[in-house]
C-alpha cells in the first residue's frame, strides 16, 4: 500500500564531493547532442558501460580521452569498482524513498503458493513434475491433439480436399505457363506445398505449442525448472536459463533457435544452437518418429538413448572445446500465479503474429529452391550423392529421397520412411538406425537459414556440415554396434 | 618476537615481489636500517649490495603478516564500520595485535573473507580449509556457508569478478539489504525484500552476510 506521503521524489539523487566534482567536469566536456540528460551520460561513462563509451568516443573526438582521463581520475578516488559506489547510493536513495512511502501489511502464514512453490523447486518432486508436465503439456496436447487432431483437419480436409485443387485449377487457367505453375502449384509449389505446409501443418501445432507453453510461463514454472537444472546445465557448457529455448524446440527448433538470443553470452548461444540443431527433435518430426516406432518399444527405446547420448556428449565437449566467458545463473522467481486466459491468449497471438513474420517467407524460399533444384536436376544428383552415405548406414537406395526431404522438411523425411516401412523395405533394425540419423541429421531448411541469420554464415554452415558428417557417423556406428551383436529390433 | 616495523618491511617486500610479480627491492632506504639486520639474522631475508630479497621463512613469515593485516582491515570496515579514509593508519597498529590462533578466529568471525576491502587477496590460513567452525561463533559469513532460513543483511559483495559483481547488484543485491536464504540445493535461492532469485554457487560465494538472529 502507498502511504500518503508518496509525493515529489522527482529530484535526481546527488552523489558525494569527488563523484560530483567529476560528473560536472564530464558534463562540461560533453558538447555534442545526445537526445538523453548529459549527467546520465557521465554517470554511465564513469561506470564504463561499453556502448556509450564507443559513442562518445565516435562524437566527441578529441575531448574523448580528455574524458576517460577524468574517468581514470575519479576511480583511484575510491577503492571500490564505480559501478559499486553509484548502485550502493542508489540503493540507498530507492530505500529511503521506500521507507517513506510504502508499508506492508503484517507477515501472513506460509500461503498455499509458497507451499507449492517450495515443491517445485524440490530437487527430488521436481523430475517427476516435469515429466508429468511434458507428458500432458507436449505430448498429449500439441502432439496428439495439435499434430493429430487439428494437422489431420486441415491437411486432409480443407487443403487437400478443397482449397489446393480449387487454387490449381485457378492457376493452371490463369497462367498457361508450365514452369510457372510449377512453382505455384506444382508437387512442391509455393501455394500447394509452402502455404500448405505453413498453414496446414506448422500453424495448428506451433498455436497449440505457444498455448500450452504460454500457460506454463505464466505460472512462474520456467525459471524454477532453470534453478533446478542449472548445475546439469552448467556441465553442457549452458546455464539454467538456456532450458527456456531448449523446452521451446520441442514445439519448433527454428523458433527456439531464435530465442537463442535470450543467452547471455555467445558462447551458450552457439551451444544451444548446435544441441537445437543436433538433438532436439521440433513437434512435427517427434509426431512421426514416434508413430513409426510406437509397434517396437524396444527400438523406441533405443532411439531416446542414442539421441539423449548425443546431446549429453555433444554438450560435454562443446564446453570442453568453446573459449569464452564461462556461463553464471542469476534469475528471479517470480511468486506462482494462476494464468489468466486473457494474457494467454494475447501472448500466444503475438507469438504467432512474430513467428510468421519470421519464418513464414523461409517457407516460401524453401518451396522456390525446390523448384529451382527439380527443374535444373540438382536434386536427382543430390539424391545420387546421398545414397553412398545412405548404403553406408545400412538402409536401402530408396531412403535417400526421404533424407533429402527431411532438409525441406523435417516430418516430411519421417513421413518418408513411414512409406517404406508400409512397404515393408525396412528391417526393426533399419528403422531405428534411420530414425536415429534423421532426428540427427540437418535441421530443416527454415531453421539452417536460421541458424545462418542468428550465428552468422561462417558457424551456421560449419555447424550444418559438422551435423551432416556426425549424424552419419552415429547412424553408422548404432548400425555396427546392431550388426556385431547381432541384435534385432 | 619480530618489531612492528620489522613485520612492515616483510609485507611491503611480499607484496612487491609475490603479489606484483615485481624485482627485490633497492637497498637504498633501508641502507642503516636495524630491522633490516633484524631480518637477516632470522634467516628471513637476505642482502646483496643493491637489493633485498626474501628467502623461504622470511615469505611465510611474511604471508602471515599480511594476512593479519588484511583481515584486520576486513574487522574494521565490516564490524566496528570504520570509515575507509581513516582505516590505513588504525589497522596498521591493529594488525600486530592479531596474533597467531587470534587470527584465525577473528577469519571466522567475518566468515573466511577472499579478499581485503581494497580487493586484495587474503592468504588462506588454516581455518579457511579446514572449515570446521559450524558450532563457533559466526558473524559475517558468505551465502554458501549459511544455512537454509538464516537471514541477515549484505555485508558486502566480493569484487573481485566486475562481470559477477554487476549481475548482483542487477538483481539488487547490494550491500545494507536484508537476505534471507531459502533453499542451497540444487541452486541457491534467497529472497531480498518480496522478490526471490535463484543464483549458482560461484555467484553465491561473492555474497558475503552479516547475520542477524
Known sequence: MLKDSAKHFCRSISYDDPLEVCISKIQGLLLSDYRMSKRALALLLLQEDKEIVDTVRDKEGERFDKIMGIVQETKTHYLRPLTYIISLRRQKEASRIAKLTVGFPGQQKL??????????????????????????????????????????????????????????????????????????????????????????????????????????????????????????????????????????????????????????????????????????????????????????????????????????????????????????????????????????????????????????????????????????????????????????????????????????????????????????????????????????????????????????????????????????????????????????? | MLSEHAEEILEALWIQIEEQGKKPMDVGAFRDDPAIEELIKLGFIRRDDAHIHLLEAGRLHALACVRRHRLAERLLTDLLDIRENVMDTVSCKFEHLLHEGLEDKVCIILGHPKTCPHGKKIPPGKCCLEKRDKKLLKIISSLTDLETKEKGQIAYLETKNASQMQKLISIGAIPGVPIVLVQKFPSYVFKIGHSQFAIDKELASSIYVRLTK
Open chain 1, 111 to 489: 500461503s498455499i503458493k509458497e507451499k507449492l512453490s517450495k515443491i517445485l523447486m524440490d530437487p527430488i518432486i521436481g523430475g517427476p513434475i516435469l515429466l508429468a508436465i511434458l507428458y500432458y503439456g507436449l505430448y498429449k496436447f500439441v502432439g496428439n491433439f495439435g499434430a493429430g487432431v487439428l494437422v489431420d483437419f486441415l491437411e486432409d480436409k480443407v487443403f487437400i480436399a478443397r482449397l489446393n485443387p480449387l487454387v490449381t485449377s485457378l492457376i493452371n487457367k490463369a497462367i498457361p505457363y508450365k514452369l510457372l505453375q510449377d512453382l505455384l502449384v506444382g508437387e512442391y509449389g509455393i501455394i500447394t506445398l509452402g502455404v500448405r505446409y505453413a498453414f496446414a501443418i506448422i500453424l495448428p501445432i506451433v498455436t497449440t505449442f505457444f498455448f500450452a507453453f504460454a500457460i506454463v510461463e505464466d505460472t512462474g514454472y520456467l525459471p524454477r525448472l532453470a534453478m533446478l537444472v542449472d548445475q546439469l546445465f552448467k556441465k553442457i557448457g549452458l546455464s539454467g536459463r538456456a532450458v527456456i529455448p531448449l523446452v521451446l524446440g520441442f514445439g519448433c527448433d527454428t523458433m527456439a533457435t531464435m530465442v537463442t538470443r535470450t543467452l547471455p553470452t555467445k558462447r551458450e548461444r552457439i551451444i544451444a544452437t548446435l544441441l537445437l540443431a543436433l538433438a532436439i527433435p521440433c513437434s512435427a518430426q517427434m509426431g512421426v518418429i514416434l508413430g513409426l516406432l510406437s509397434d517396437n518399444g524396444i527400438g523406441l527405446g533405443v532411439w531416446l538413448g542414442v539421441i539423449i547420448a548425443v546431446f549429453i556428449l555433444v554438450g560435454l565437449l562443446a564446453s570442453k572445446i568453446m573459449p569464452g566467458e564461462l556461463p553464471s545463473f542469476y534469475m528471479e522467481i517470480p511468486p506462482l500465479r494462476i494464468p489468466q486466459v486473457s494474457n494467454v491468449v494475447r501472448k500466444t497471438a503475438s507469438r504467432l503474429s512474430w513467428y510468421f513474420k519470421e519464418v513464414f517467407p523461409l517457407f516460401i524460399f524453401a518451396s522456390v529452391i525446390i523448384w529451382i533444384g527439380q527443374i535444373t536436376g540438382v536434386f536427382s544428383l543430390v539424391v545420387k550423392i546421398l545414397q553412398y552415405p545412405i548404403r553406408w548406414i545400412g538402409l536401402p537406395d530408396k531412403a535417400a529421397v526421404a533424407f533429402l526431404f527431411g532438409f525441406f522438411r523435417r516430418d516430411y523425411g519421417a513421413a518418408g520412411l513411414y512409406d517404406l516401412k508400409k512397404a515393408g523395405l525396412l528391417s526393426g533394425n533399419q528403422l531405428v538406425v534411420a530414425c536415429i540419423t534423421l532426428t540427427l541429421f540437418l535441421p530443416c531448411i527454415a531453421q539452417l537459414l536460421m541458424n545462418i541469420k542468428e550465428r552468422g554464415l561462417r558457424l551456421g554452415i560449419a555447424m550444418s556440415l559438422f551435423i551432416l558428417f556426425f549424424s552419419f557417423t552415429v547412424g553408422y556406428s548404432v548400425n555396427l554396434v546392431l550388426t556385431l551383436f547381432n541384435i534385432r529390433l
